[in-house]
């Protein structure tokens, strides 16, 4: 009898086993074809920390402070903040009297031989690529589509070319793809310990 319980039991186990492994690869198939970022995310085991602010306090054009309850007025105050915080304005610096008195210090010296130069847009060879590669740091924010430098690394050596002859191309052409030169800015408050 005990036997037959145990035997049960195992069987049970295995059963359990195995629909928490089926139904786990349905999930990632299921996130490949409608949320890749999930399924990268699962795959590599990374977990999201996320820090909420549910308040902010800032000061208005009178110099009072305000309370920002509003969820939606928090995360544009954010956005806002940390777009303006170094004084940023996104406006060509050409005609600011700052550069005005700076612009001679950045013009190019007649004395310098301009050809030492011609290396520099040689194409890497695909040793070189992958040295550039490997010496990326691991834990750096990924681009928009999720592809962080961790993931580059661990590329196969025939995939590692095909990347390689697109960049190659890209820089023969000069014509960088638009999605490439797209970012997403996040302000990240740090945790208070």
Do not use: C
Not at 59 to 74: A, E, G, V
Not at 152 to 178: E, F, M, Q, R
């Amino acid at each position: 009898m005990l036997q037959a319980l145990i035997l049960e039991s195992r069987m049970l186990y295995k059963q359990h086993i195995q629909d928490s492994m089926t139904k786990f690869i349905q999930q990632r198939y299921q996130n490949y074809q409608d949320n890749p970022k999930a399924m990268l995310d699962s795959l590599l085991n990374w977990s999201k920390r996320v820090i909420r602010l549910d308040y902010l306090v800032v000061k208005d054009h009178h110099n009072d402070h305000l309370l920002i309850i509003d969820p939606d007025t928090i995360k544009q105050t954010t956005v806002h903040h940390f777009q303006n915080v170094a004084g940023s304005s996104h406006m060509p610096k050409d005609y600011t009297v700052e550069w005005a008195q700076w612009q001679l210090e950045y013009a190019p010296w007649d004395y310098i031989n301009f050809s030492i130069y011609n290396q520099f847009l040689d194409l890497p060879s695909l040793s070189e690529w992958l040295k550039i590669i490997y010496q990326l740091p691991n834990y750096k924010a990924s681009d928009p589509f999720q592809i962080s430098n961790k993931m580059l690394k661990h590329l196969d050596s025939a995939t590692h070319h095909k990347l390689w002859l697109l960049v190659k191309a890209i820089l023969i052409l000069n014509n960088i793809p638009n999605q490439w030169k797209e970012a997403y800015i996040y302000p990240i408050p740090k945790p208070k310990e």
